[in-house]
């Protein structure tokens, strides 16, 4: 039989995807495309804007006019929030909640349609266990995704994850590291470590995400440690020099910042302020400039008048973050922000959205210019556009080289000949050692700041 699947959302869904892939495979299923016939179609769901809902419901659709009689499986968070509108959907036959996302085969061994959806989704905070997943990046060989921590323990007023995915749970250490050996094992060179809310990993089991992360630095094979997205409120010094000072784990960090205003962040219940943000960054850029760092921004948000829109514009123009994700506020069942007053209305949100992308495209550019005529390693991937080597550099800066090809899952240096609005364009470089930092043996671990508004 045939199985297709489609993720949606964010890496750690990837990852819990392609877990549950492998479940196909070991039972004689061949994966196709999304887009070809398939007996089987498993569509793992986000929830985090109504984009995401919008766009499940037309992949559902899209799948039963490939395949009219196709067995459909729905799960993730949109699966676990809202079963009774993915039950609506004509031709839907199975949806799985979170706490059920790896039990297909107990409930649909045979895959045979019926008239009625069955649903399977279990109150949410019976998911206490926590559920292991990793993956390789879709195409790639080079890099895998290593799920740490699931759920979330902060009361965010525009986020339904605590309500899709539960409190805030972690894989126990000595799981992630055997983890961590069998992917360096299979071959890959670089692991990114997934969750939620990773900065939370290892909360209610004694031990921090600085514990993690010195115990993957030893382990050998790997030879790139990424972190995917860390609070501003849980980066600490300690944890920053470590990772800056580690020759494994890259200088790159992803920083939610979600606005620069205060008042702003008052209503969206964050647990910092800009002033706090603006340490933390200012702090890791002085102790390497050469870093990346990323921001995730909200336009749009209840209350947000153009003053503190400007506002924000200003304080992430004057910040040094390296690139900028920009988001529209879009309302969610049962969250807090639903009650608040002073609505934005949509096109202004989606203006104020596209003005913050364009901003952040500049911040990207300026970033990539300063390297031009440097050498800096990179993790070949493969090709791209056809005559182009793509790969990325520790700092998260996308590079090809238009060139006889090297080796995928190599690292190679490139000399940055140019820029491209999101990459750098190189030649190959002969240098054949590089020190990826040039501070080292930092030590301090006090905290940069704790604010509890």
């Known amino acids: 039989m045939r199985v297709a699947f489609h993720t949606l959302g964010c890496k750690l869904n990837y990852s819990e995807t392609s877990t549950i892939g492998r479940q196909f495979t070991d039972r004689g299923f061949s994966v196709v495309g999304f887009d070809q016939p398939s007996d089987v179609y498993v569509l793992n769901t986000c929830s985090v804007t109504e984009r995401a809902d919008r766009e499940c419901r037309q992949l559902i659709r899209r799948a039963l006019r490939t395949a009219p009689d196709a067995f459909v499986i729905v799960t993730g968070c949109y699966a676990q929030l809202q079963p009774g509108e993915i039950a609506a959907i004509d031709g839907v036959d199975l949806i799985l909640g979170t706490h059920e996302k790896f039990r297909i085969f107990d409930h649909a061994s045979e895959f045979k349609k019926r008239h009625l959806p069955q649903v399977f989704v279990s109150c949410i905070d019976e998911a206490a266990d926590f559920l292991p997943a990793s993956s390789a990046e879709f195409g790639s060989r080079t890099r895998a995704f290593l799920k740490v921590q699931d759920g979330c323990d902060f009361p965010c007023a525009f986020c339904t994850i605590p309500l899709a995915r539960g409190s805030s749970r972690s894989q126990p250490l000595n799981e992630v590291l055997a983890a961590a050996h069998t992917i360096a094992g299979q071959g890959y060179k670089e692991i990114v470590l997934t969750g939620v809310n990773v900065g939370d990993y290892g909360k ?12 993957l630095d030893r382990v050998d094979g790997i030879e790139r440690i990424r972190i995917s997205s860390i609070e501003p409120n849980l980066l600490t010094t300690g944890l920053i020099d470590f990772v800056l000072s580690s020759e494994k784990f890259c200088n790159h960090f992803h920083i939610p910042l979600q606005s620069g205003s205060d008042r702003i962040l008052g209503l969206m219940r964050r647990r910092y302020r800009a002033a706090d943000y603006r340490r933390v960054v200012e702090y890791i850029k002085r102790h390497d400039p050469d870093a990346g760092i990323g921001a995730d921004v909200i336009s749009g948000f209840p209350g947000e008048s153009d003053q503190l829109f400007e506002e924000t514009c200003r304080f992430v123009a004057d910040l040094p973050v390296t690139y900028l994700h920009a988001f529209t506020y879009s309302e969610r069942d049962d969250t807090a922000a639903l009650g608040l007053p002073d609505p934005v209305s949509p096109s202004v949100r989606f203006a104020r959205t596209e003005r913050m992308r364009e901003l952040g495209s500049k911040i990207r550019r300026s970033f990539l210019d300063r390297f031009t005529g440097r050498t800096l390693p990179i993790l070949v991937e493969g090709s791209v556009d056809g005559d182009a080597m793509s790969g990325l550099a520790t700092n998260y800066i996308r590079v090809h080289v238009v060139a006889s090809p090297r080796p995928v899952n190599t690292i190679q240096h490139v000399r940055i000949t140019g820029t491209e609005p999101e990459s750098c364009r190189g030649i190959w470089s002969p240098i054949s050692s590089f020190n990826k930092h040039s501070i080292r043996n930092y030590s301090n671990q006090e905290v940069v700041f704790i604010h509890n508004p």
């Not at 209610?204 to 115990?215: E, F, G, P, Q, Y």
């Open 204 to 215: 209610h089991a004694d031990s921090s995400l600085l514990d993690l992360v010195r115990a």
